[in-house]
């Protein structure tokens, strides 16, 4: 076996992968042994860091995946295709479903919503938000197409993510606003699009870099194809930025990740909801039950915030529906698990 090249994977399909070296890229296979331990995700996803072997297949110089380096974090949902027979025991002792990898290791998530057309739904960026707390990633919020809208109506519904604690980068690819700072953001990162259709991420990757946005595009349309196609995209590279302290530059990866409506809560239990709100977790621990839903107990410190005016209202509700959606599931597991 020849020395072995650490690398990244940069794309995956149908048990091979492509992984970026700094010789070249390679199409890899997985090593045999790797794939006996039975683990409830993915093996291998975009964005893993692995070493691989390198051999010659009839003239041609392909790989071998030797290692895989423990993930940091990773962007998942529940796999599409799971059924009853993928469902497992978690490691907090109740049965779920198998999680599909997105991409493994990203820096961040930076989530695109248009200030209008499309209207933004902000119920479906706290769900987006709460995904990235609970699978502890960094988190971004794009505002696009600011120059749709006046600045003020623009800071309205979208400084209190700011006053949680989130960066909000304000963006116009039509009027250059933010591009710059959305390119620093992304070079020398994985970084994984979020939003939905209509945000205008394709336009605002053209702006930042003439022809970046129509490849991501491309790319996610190929995954989407077919009906129970598994949607793993492509990372595609980034042009660096000079940084301000040298001259040098530093190359970062993005992806899009189409049909991401929400991220993988499926492992969170009703209880824990409102420890994935930054401006609610922190009062928690001053209403009187400690077992308290924030819903309809009284002297319940979240409910007082929201009546002062300390917890936006919109944020407030998306909390309630969360809770009561895990709740539901809750009791229709429990109701299951009482009929078997």
């Not at 291998?44 to 692995?50: I, K």
């Not at 336009?203 to 129970?228: C, D, F, I, Y």
Request: net charge negative; hydrophobic share 40%; proline share 4%.
């Amino acid at each position: 076996m020849s020395d072995l090249v650490e690398g990244l994977v940069i794309k995956a399909q149908s048990g091979f992968f492509t992984v970026h070296t700094g010789e070249g890229d390679f199409t890899c296979r997985l090593r045999g042994r790797l794939k006996e331990k039975w683990r409830d995700t993915d093996l291998v996803a975009v964005g893993d860091r692995v070493r691989i072997s390198r051999v010659e297949d009839g003239g041609m110089i392909e790989g071998m995946i030797e290692e895989v380096a423990e993930r940091e974090r990773a962007l998942a949902r529940l796999a599409p295709s799971a059924g009853r027979g993928s469902r497992h025991w978690t490691r907090r002792g109740y049965l779920s479903e198998r999680e599909q990898v997105i991409i493994a290791n990203p820096d961040h998530v930076v989530f695109v919503f248009a200030c209008a057309e499309p209207e933004p739904r902000l119920r479906m960026l706290d769900r987006l938000l709460v995904g990235a707390e609970l699978q502890e990633i960094p988190a971004v919020v794009c505002a696009n197409k600011v120059d749709l809208v006046s600045e003020s109506d623009a800071h309205d519904l979208f400084d209190i993510y700011q006053e949680v604690g989130y960066r909000v980068v304000y963006t116009s690819a039509r009027a250059g606003t933010g591009v710059e700072a959305l390119h620093e953001l992304l070079a020398g990162r994985i970084s994984a699009l979020v939003g939905p259709s209509g945000a205008g991420k394709t336009s605002l990757l053209n702006a930042m870099q003439p022809g970046l946005g129509l490849r991501v595009r491309e790319v996610s349309r190929a995954t989407r194809k077919g009906r129970h196609t598994t949607v793993v995209p492509q990372l595609v590279p980034v042009n660096g930025c000079a940084s301000d302290r040298d001259d040098t530059t530093e190359q970062g990866w993005v992806a899009d990740t189409p049909g991401i409506r929400a991220l993988a809560l499926f492992d969170m239990d009703p209880e824990e909801v409102d420890a994935y709100f930054p401006d609610i977790a922190p009062l928690v621990a001053d209403c009187r039950f400690s077992d308290c839903s924030h819903t309809v107990e009284p002297a319940c410190a979240v409910k007082e915030a929201v009546e002062e005016g300390a917890v936006s209202e919109h944020r407030y509700e998306s909390y309630v529906r969360l809770r009561e959606e895990h709740q539901k599931l809750a009791d229709m597991y429990w109701w299951g698990i009482d009929e078997e």
